[in-house]
């Protein structure tokens, strides 16, 4: 028996690693092998828990969410009824919804027949978090780290997001710090505490602010209910208690208090620090609040729908140069912006009703469901407050391990049966009906994707039109999918450059996605490119102004349109749309000199000294002019010394003044380079310093190494153009992959490192 314990505990454990590391991480929704083993082992579970449950002849009990679930299917109806244009998305969304309903009472419903322990649960949550501490570690050992400048090592761990792991250590801190205060033995008490030290050096490496602070929130839950629980909240109990100790105690308690103050203080300070960081700054998230808000305003009792945040944002916002984001960033705002007013108020009742089950737990938990039932209740506090400054639960492991922690801490300690006859019918029908739907559905879903996936790896063979062919019974089978219309529309678009036929499939494909997807521009982009190519400049023209219409602030979509204008004699507006387009940094894109207009534009900017530095090098790389060292030298004096691209330029630039420089200098100049690469593709740069290098000293053979690096890592078509964040669109917003490239060969969409590419590409 107590090997079939051990056993029973080994699988447990194992499931959970695979469901946080693999199976309901974004990758293994998206790769369609993992995606029908999953299904498949969800098949397994649910036929081994109704197997139990029939052999072992329990009880159905309630939950604290019975009375709160008619509430969420008003707010969840009420919003697919008034957004039937979306109900695609919607599903989606409705289906992993479902996904966690299912588990949450199946799960309930093990605990309430003593067939799963809650110390259980929390024994594998730890177990997991080991693996995924480990893990996380070892990219730690891999990433630059500069506190100095905020150059934190960030490790998303098997999660792939900083942000994502930050949640997910949320959870496992107070639940090990839990394990910590009332072990089952003094060894385990010594194992949990350095345990938690890792997990909480992990977190700030992650420098997930939000995760900080959610953490915070937590153990300040865990000490209160530690010191209720010991009757030490009142200052004369706890006087009492501090008296009975000795020196060494009080002296360690002490310490640790004080290092506890001057870490929060740290953390507070450099958290403060970051809020103008480059790239991390509070406007950004603001930005994401805003849209939300405004999406509330439109439709402030029923939202737009589950799961169609990040189609409102992208309607809302000028993307490019804004990132698609799937989620608000604010559990509040976001539930506002697809379910309302309804869903707020379903999920007021929601907080208030486990709230008050976590409280009932922790008065009557006995000795072995103390520790579970504590972390479980400081890790829920972590989560929700984590959740008012990101929406990390849009990952289903941050979703699944939330309803885990859940169970953990709100499952009732002393269950109770349901009472009324209609229940005890219901009930059951509806948990055999629910996995029975999730499965029939997901399984119908899973099997057309992966004839989707089996259509796209004939992209590997360069089959671009036998791909888009092989999409079409995956179309049939799904219309409603736009993604599927949005990449057969790129495989006929990349086809018709060689068969031209194509063209028309291609364009009609487009024309379905966009009437899906009206809010997409790479859609309307595309489409406009296609038309072109047809001949239909005024199509084209019209499809562009659309792109333009919808991204405002994207100057590529103002400079392709004004290309067009300009191929159609529309000189006047033309001219406007360059103008709007060109700036000093816009300028460094080689695209200005293609045609009369557009380099008649470019020739009569006047540049700031960085756009004329660059300009500089890249001519004088080129076999042009020598550069002008003292011009150069002052720029640098001016310029914040950690951007990669700058430096780089600095350095090239000296090499190219046609003046002496001492070795000494070059080397350190080459050690600034290396220090500011963090990425594989970002040493393009120093192999471009070292093959100038070489060509001032004479030396051929590494001139020639340090230009074949270059050309290895500048190994795609430079003028193609892979829309940065857009791979999001489907990968984060429908589960679905998409092929990298967003924009089609034939879109006029100048991207990438501008200096760079105005160094690689001579004029």
């Not at 599903?91 to 809650?118: C, K, P, Q, S, T």
């Not at 060109?582 to 008649?600: F, G, H, I, K």
């Not at 990968?731 to 690689?760: E, H, K």
Request: hydrophobic residues 50%.
């Amino acid at each position: 028996m107590r090997l079939l314990g051990y056993l029973w505990r080994g699988l447990l454990f194992l499931l959970f690693v695979y469901i946080v590391s693999w199976g309901a991480t974004y990758s293994g929704i998206v790769y369609p092998g993992s995606k029908m083993f999953s299904l498949g082992l969800m098949a397994f579970l649910s036929g081994l828990w109704l197997f139990l449950r029939w052999r072992g002849g329990w009880q159905w009990n309630q939950t604290p969410l019975d009375a709160v679930l008619v509430l969420w299917a008003l707010a969840f109806g009420a919003g697919l009824l008034v957004n039937l244009e979306a109900w695609r998305r919607i599903m989606i969304g409705l289906w992993f919804v479902g996904l966690y309903l299912a588990v949450w009472y199946v799960l309930n419903d093990l605990v309430a027949n003593r067939a799963l322990r809650r110390v259980l649960l929390m024994d594998a949550l730890l177990f997991v978090g080991i693996v995924m501490v480990l893990l996380a570690y070892w990219q730690v050992s891999l990433l630059p780290f500069d506190l100095a400048t905020l150059r934190f090592p960030r490790p998303g761990g098997a999660l792939g997001n900083p942000n994502f792991l930050g949640t997910f250590l949320v959870m496992v801190l107070p639940v090990t710090i839990a394990r910590a205060v009332y072990p089952r033995n003094p060894i385990e008490r010594v194992l949990m505490s350095i345990y938690a030290l890792l997990v909480g050096l992990l977190l700030f490496f992650t420098f997930s602010r939000g995760a900080w602070i959610g953490a915070g929130a937590s153990l300040v839950a865990l000490v209160g209910l530690v010191l209720q629980r010991s009757g030490l909240l009142s200052g004369r109990n706890l006087a009492v208690w501090w008296a009975r100790r000795g020196r060494l105690q009080q002296t360690i308690l002490g310490g640790s208090v004080v290092a506890a103050l001057v870490v929060v203080l740290a953390v507070a300070a450099l958290l403060i620090q970051s809020l103008n960081a480059p790239g991390r700054s509070v406007n950004l998230r603001f930005a994401i609040y805003q849209s939300a808000w405004e999406l509330f305003t439109e439709a402030p009792l029923t939202g737009h729908g589950l799961y169609t945040f990040g189609q409102g944002m992208e309607r809302l916002e000028s993307m490019p140069p804004q990132l698609p984001h799937s989620h608000a960033h604010n559990a509040v705002l976001h539930l506002a912006a697809e379910l309302g007013l309804l869903g707020l108020v379903a999920a007021a009742v929601t907080v208030f009703l486990l709230s008050r089950a976590m409280l009932r737990n922790w008065i009557q938990a006995e000795r072995s469901d103390v520790a579970p039932v504590l972390g479980g209740i400081a890790a829920a506090v972590g989560f929700g407050v984590h959740h008012l400054t990101d929406t990390t639960w849009m990952m289903p492991t941050i979703a699944l391990m939330g309803v885990f922690i859940l169970v953990m801490s709100a499952a009732p300690v002393q269950p109770v049966p349901l009472a009324s006859r209609w229940r005890q019918i219901g009930h059951p029908v509806g948990m055999v009906a629910l996995p029975v739907a999730l499965l029939v559905t997901g399984i119908w879903s899973g099997l057309i994707y992966s004839r989707y996936i089996d259509g796209l790896n004939r992209i590997v063979e360069a089959d671009y039109a036998g791909a888009a062919l092989a999409l079409q019974p995956v179309i049939e089978a799904d219309p409603a999918m736009s993604v599927y219309h949005w990449q057969q529309g790129y495989l006929y678009g990349v086809a018709s450059l060689a068969e031209p036929d194509y063209t028309d499939e291609a364009i009609a494909a487009y024309e379905r996605f966009v009437e899906l997807e009206p809010q997409s521009d790479t859609g309307w982009v595309n489409l406009a490119a296609l038309r072109w190519q047809a001949n239909d400049q005024q199509g084209a023209i019209a499809a562009m102004e659309r792109a333009v219409e919808n991204a405002p602030l994207a100057w590529q979509f103002k400079f392709g349109l004004a290309r067009y204008l300009e191929a159609t004699n529309q000189e006047e507006r033309a001219r406007v749309l360059y103008g709007e387009s060109l700036s000093w940094y816009t300028r460094l894109y080689p695209v200005w000199d293609r045609t009369p207009l557009s380099q008649e534009m470019a020739d009569g900017l006047e540049l700031v000294p960085e756009g004329e530095i660059v300009l500089a090098v890249a001519d004088a790389w080129h076999g042009g002019a020598a550069v002008d060292r003292e011009a150069l030298e002052r720029w640098w004096q001016s310029l914040d010394r950690r951007n990669l691209p700058r430096t780089s330029i600095y350095a090239i630039g000296m090499l190219l003044t046609g003046e002496p420089v001492a070795e000494a200098e070059l080397d350190d100049l080459a050690e600034q380079i290396e220090s500011l690469t963090t990425v594989e593709q970002e040493r393009i740069w120093l192999h471009l310093f070292e093959a100038e290098r070489a060509r001032q000293a004479g030396d051929n053979e590494a001139y020639t190494t340090a230009l074949g690096e270059v050309e290895a890592l500048t190994a795609f078509d430079r003028e193609a153009i892979n829309l940065s964040g857009g791979n999001n669109l489907g990968y984060v917003q429908f589960l679905r992959y998409l092929y990298p490239l967003q924009f089609l060969p034939q879109v006029i969409f100048p991207s990438g490192d501008p200096y760079l590419l105005a160094l690689l590409t001579e004029s």
